[in-house]
């Protein structure tokens, strides 16, 4: 579980992570980001993820529910 952490701290570029981080409030939140953690959840957990899921998480504990549910 914590290699997931790790993975999206890089795709945030930021050193650590935590659930209730607000994604909108990271400087590298952006439509290339949101593509990235797709393309993540594919091909790392065989998760199909489109940008309206991952817009409607508000925080890294909900996204990290919907890469792993």
């Known amino acids: ?6 993975e ?8 650590n992570i935590n659930d209730d981080d607000v994604l ?3 400087e590298a939140w ?3 980001t949101i593509l990235s953690i797709i393309a993540l959840a594919s091909e790392n957990y065989n998760k199909t ?3 309206k899921d991952i817009n409607g998480a ?3 504990g909900n ?5 792993t549910a």
């Open 58 to 60: 508000e925080n890294v």
């Open 30 to 32: 952006d439509s290339l």
């Open 1 to 6: 579980m914590e290699k997931i952490y790790e």
């Open 8 to 15: 999206l701290a890089e795709l945030l570029e930021v050193d």
């Open 24 to 26: 909108k409030e990271f």
């Open 63 to 67: 996204l990290i529910a919907l890469i």
């Open 49 to 51: 993820l489109l940008a």
